[in-house]
């Protein structure tokens, strides 16, 4: 059976996560006992990886879905203390196992035995403690930091990568969510914000699935950028526009009776070469510029009730077009900075009859 992009994403952070927590376990072990204790090695990584796989399970099951609407401080410290104490237990188990098949004792002889309750005093086993929660603490910070700034953002700040400006060839979606004029003028921007904020946290995982990323949002438009082979790849920029439709249609009874409106789009789609760079020094931000971020602005600009998707014929060109899938052209038109008009074309799904 053929993966999902999602079970395909997460099977992929997974076999991160696991090979991560099984390379911690045997580091903290070599430096804690040395590699002469075989024992305590297996031990240490056996430890990670039921870590590892617990890990994958939060992620995952427990902490995916409107859980992640929760304050910032708030869910960290649930994280912090739910993936601490499942660490904990997971530590105790793993040592009692241990003890009872080196001395060939019962679960019950090892807990009140001596020995283990000597251990569990001891400082070896509070620096493990706290090797694990400074860990954790750390890893659930960094998780949190970097869904709130975008995938990879982080790394690339530390890395200087966006420090110095480079050209990049990208591809761009404006995305414009219908009706904040009326729920404005009928509710007020308070209602309009945690409609739009609600919307998008519906539509997020998509984008992430896609491989886009989310570079700004302006009032109704939210800017959607992708790397040119990830972006072309099975069409993901197109394929985005129709799975955030289609998931706005599922969730639209939601919407109507919480927000009096059903959510709808209009999109343009363009590509082309772009500055990219880090600016600013107190509030450091990575900025495009570029041509071809005005034509995708202006390309929006021309979408219509019937033509609610545009693209540009530089990404067509470029594009191998799904076969569910048509597009259109819808004219030529001179766009402002253009010297040369620019066909664009309708991009709609094909009918099934």
């Given at each position: ?37 075989l ?35 708030n ?6 203390v ?24 019962s ?69 414009n969510i ?28 998509i ?23 990830t972006?072309f ?11 955030l ?19 709808e ?7 082309g ?33 019937a ?47």
């Amino acid at each position: 059976m053929e993966l999902t992009i999602e079970q395909s994403r997460k099977l992929k952070a997974t076999s991160v996560i696991l090979a991560a927590g099984t390379l911690l376990g045997l580091a903290y072990s070599i430096l804690a006992h040395g590699v002469e204790d075989l024992a305590r090695l297996l031990v240490g990584v056996t430890i990670g990886i039921m870590i590892a796989m617990s890990v994958a399970f939060f992620e995952f099951v427990l902490f995916s879905g409107k859980i992640r609407k929760i304050p910032f401080l708030n869910l960290l410290l649930l994280r912090v203390v739910s993936y601490f104490m499942v660490t904990l237990g997971i530590i105790l188990f793993v040592l009692i196992v241990y003890r009872m098949f080196k001395f060939g004792i019962s679960f019950h002889a090892v807990i009140v035995s001596e020995e283990f309750n000597q251990y569990i005093r001891s400082q070896d086993f509070t620096i493990a403690n706290a090797y694990s929660l400074a860990l954790i603490t750390a890893v659930n910070f960094t998780m949190q930091m970097n869904r709130k700034m975008g995938p990879g953002v982080i790394p690339g700040f530390i890395t200087g990568k966006y420090y110095q400006p480079k050209n990049v060839n990208i591809i761009i979606m404006f995305l414009n969510i219908r009706h904040g004029k009326k729920l404005i003028d009928s509710y007020g921007r308070l209602h309009f914000h945690r409609y739009i904020n609600d919307l998008i946290f519906e539509i997020t995982d998509i984008i992430i699935n896609r491989k886009g990323e989310i570079y700004e949002y302006v009032d109704e438009e939210i800017v959607l950028i992708w790397k040119s082979d990830t972006g072309f790849e099975n069409a993901n920029c197109v394929r985005t526009y129709f799975e955030l439709k289609d998931k706005a249609s599922s969730r639209k009874a939601y919407f109507y009776e919480k927000y009096h409106v059903i959510p709808e789009f209009f999109a343009s789609l363009h590509c082309g070469k772009v500055i990219r760079g880090e600016i600013g020094e107190l509030k450091s931000a990575i900025k495009y510029h570029g041509d071809a971020m005005n034509t995708a602005s202006r390309i929006l600009g021309l979408t219509t009730e019937a033509n609610d998707f545009l693209a540009s014929s530089d990404i067509l060109q470029k594009l191998t077009m799904p076969i569910i899938y048509d597009a259109a052209s819808f004219g030529k038109f001179d766009l402002k900075g253009k010297v040369n008009k620019i066909e664009l074309f309708t991009i709609r799904e094909k009918e099934i009859t």
